[in-house]
């Protein structure tokens, strides 16, 4: 029997919304799930066994291909043994394509149907990233979910600029497709484990669906997508500086045309508000650099909105940031304090608010499997959108 590199399973749906699992060779990942975005190797000031901690229980995390393409480099992260050993994560890992952040480079950047020339944000270098210079690239990363390498097209595109960067990302999911299914067979992925429990030893890869906010060019781009065929789809291109209307429009559109037995991925998005969103129009997988990077900059999501930690009010208040929080940060301090360090510039302060930020995104996808799983997905999301809304802290 030739195991599949991941498999997927619908257990229960509301709706749209679907709950299942998601078994890669590290592991089975329960969806709709969150996974903490891990850029240079690191989930920003997360330790690995916090991570891990029943309290977090993060079971898959990103890497980015771009960062870690720079530094430290693919052949180092090859030679120590992929990236799963580099940083010592036995959990899955999925790594992006680099096409993002080569695209919010801007002027840098020159694209081609080769590939896309562009300097080095580090040092000025010129440097060229293809589907197949990235298909290497994450190769040697190992990672157990590869990206394939996409054109994203400004989220105002005009029809005719986001049909040549749609109809671009098509001809590069087929060469990334080649070039991948090659090194799988050359046995190239650094990250290879043997097959045994019923999980298979070979990377996964997901295509992308791009278009901008042309439905028309959306569905003809997911059309050519499940054309070349690939273990999940993801939606890119969105959370780009669109109207929030325009992403849920799309997701709406897109998400329940593509494939039913495949994890469907929304990427780079978003709030918990737009998690639950895309949920219930069908969305499995997320990623999102929200909660680390607001945590560095004090801000923090509760279940009663946003808090701004910076704020004099909580110069005496004696209250964990949510009281609805079981998280080992809201167990034991108090806003006050966690001001405190914010404000006095304590590198503990972006710790902790990181850790109440993924405890919080975390629970929250937790609260939205167990909702779909008992036919209570709806209600759930009215109440917390009716609570996060309140603004009552
Ligand atoms: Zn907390």
């Not at 530094?71 to 799963?84: D, F, K, M, Q, V």
């Not at 994560?89 to 680099?98: F, I, K, N, V």
């Not at 480079?105 to 562009?118: K, M, Q, W």
């Not at 909105?305 to 009010?313: D, H, L, P, Y």
Request: overall charge negative.
């Amino acid at each position: 029997m030739t195991l599949k590199p991941v498999s997927f399973e619908v257990m229960a749906s509301e709706g749209e919304a679907r709950a299942g699992y998601l078994r890669t060779r590290r592991g089975v990942i329960e969806t709709p799930v969150f996974m903490p975005v891990g850029t240079l190797g690191t989930v920003k000031g997360m330790r690995f066994e916090a991570l891990e901690s029943p309290e977090l229980d993060a079971r898959v995390i990103l890497g980015n291909t771009y960062h870690l393409w720079l530094r430290p480099g693919a052949e180092i992260i090859r030679a120590c043994g992929g990236l799963h050993r580099f940083i010592s994560w036995e959990r899955a890992l999925l790594t992006d394509s680099g096409g993002f952040q080569v695209w919010s480079l801007g002027a840098l950047r020159r694209v081609t149907e080769d590939g896309v020339e562009f300097r080095s944000h580090i040092d000025g270098q010129c440097c060229f990233l293809s589907p197949e210079v990235s298909m290497e690239v994450q190769a040697a990363l190992g990672a157990d979910i590869v990206m394939a390498f996409d054109e994203c097209a400004p989220g105002d595109a005009s029809h005719d600029a986001a049909r040549a960067s749609m109809e671009l990302t098509a001809r590069w999911a087929a060469r990334s497709r080649h070039r991948f299914d090659v090194m799988q067979l050359e046995m190239m992925d650094a990250g290879r484990t043997p097959a045994g429990d019923g999980f298979s030893g070979a990377q996964a890869l997901f295509g992308i669906v791009q278009g901008a906010a042309h439905i028309d060019l959306r569905r003809e781009s997911l059309a050519r997508t499940i054309d070349v065929g690939f273990d999940g789809y993801a939606i890119g291109g969105l959370s780009v500086g669109e109207e929030k209307s325009v992403m849920y429009g799309v997701v709406e559109e897109i998400a329940p045309l593509m494939p039913r037995e495949r994890p469907r991925y929304l990427m780079g998005v978003g709030t918990p508000e737009d998690l639950i969103e895309a949920v219930a129009r069908g969305v499995d997988m997320f990623d999102c650099v929200l909660p680390t990077r607001n945590g560095r900059t004090g801000q923090v999501w509760t279940s009663h909105g946003k808090v701004n930690i910076k704020n004099a009010r909580w110069v005496a208040d004696t209250r964990p940031l949510d009281e609805r929080c079981g998280c080992s940060v809201c167990r034991r301090h108090s806003r006050a304090y966690l001001r405190h360090l914010y404000v006095v510039g304590e590198m503990l302060a972006g710790i902790l608010l990181t850790h109440h930020n993924l405890a919080f995104f975390l629970d929250t996808m937790r609260g939205v499997r167990q909702a779909i799983r008992s036919g209570n997905f709806m209600q759930f999301r009215r109440e917390f959108l009716e609570q996060t809304r309140s603004g009552d802290e």
